[in-house]
């Protein structure tokens, strides 16, 4: 049985990696705000873009769609924003500042930029992202010669960003569970969050009781 964490207030949960219509429809049925399609052939969340599409398009309205990309080439970017309805991009590799700000320009879409913190040394990195993107994504930088750049399940000290803020919103990701969610909100003044592996039975296979278990415990 899932323990659920003393609910926050308000605070908006992004559940990423969807792969079905069903993932879909337990977002939404548990009030989460965003849904992420993961665009990454190396993570078990990888969608082709026509899956994605219809994804996307089976979506209530209020649930905005985020694409994640991983150092996109333009051809990529392109085919993607052409095929699938978005609301929002999610960077999530070794994007530099000034690629933040192109692939924004082009795409004429809001751009979230994930950046991996270890320890204090990584601080600076979200400051230089947040001169250049909508949103920063507050993830654990992954372990060397991981395959993928998130989605690992592991977190970082929440202490080293408790109650920092940036001109832009940001959103607390890292090894969230049901469990320990109402904790980093606490400890963090987090006002968004996002889950992958941490409402999932199995890579790429989300769990619709961990996806309302997860949403309950950030205060839905």
Not at 83 to 109: F, K, N, W, Y
Request: with cysteine; glycine share 10%; hydrophobic share 50%.
């Amino acid at each position: 049985m899932l323990r659920v964490s003393r609910p926050g207030s308000g605070v908006r949960v992004k559940i990423c990696g969807l792969r079905t219509p069903d993932d879909v429809a337990a977002a939404a049925r548990a009030k989460a705000a965003y849904m992420g399609l993961v665009f990454f052939s190396a993570s078990p969340r990888h969608l082709d873009p026509a899956t994605a599409r219809a994804l996307a398009l089976s979506a209530p309205v209020g649930l905005a769609k985020v694409a994640l990309l991983v150092d996109p080439d333009d051809a990529l970017l392109e085919e993607v924003l052409r095929i699938v309805p978005l609301d929002m991009l999610q960077l999530h590799g070794r994007e530099s500042p000034a690629r933040v700000a192109e692939i924004r320009a082009r795409s004429g879409l809001p751009v979230m930029k994930a950046v991996g913190l270890r320890d204090a040394a990584d601080l600076a990195a979200l400051d230089a992202y947040a001169d250049v993107a909508d949103q920063i994504l507050v993830d654990a930088k992954p372990p060397e010669g991981a395959a993928l750049p998130g989605g690992n399940g592991i977190g970082f000290d929440w202490r080293l960003i408790a109650d920092r803020t940036w001109q832009v919103p940001w959103m607390l990701a890292g090894g969230l569970t049901p469990d320990n969610v109402g904790e980093a909100i606490r400890l963090t003044g987090a006002r968004q969050v996002d889950v992958s592996s941490g409402v999932e039975a199995a890579p790429g296979a989300k769990d619709p009781a961990r996806i309302a278990a997860f949403c309950a415990a950030a205060g839905h």
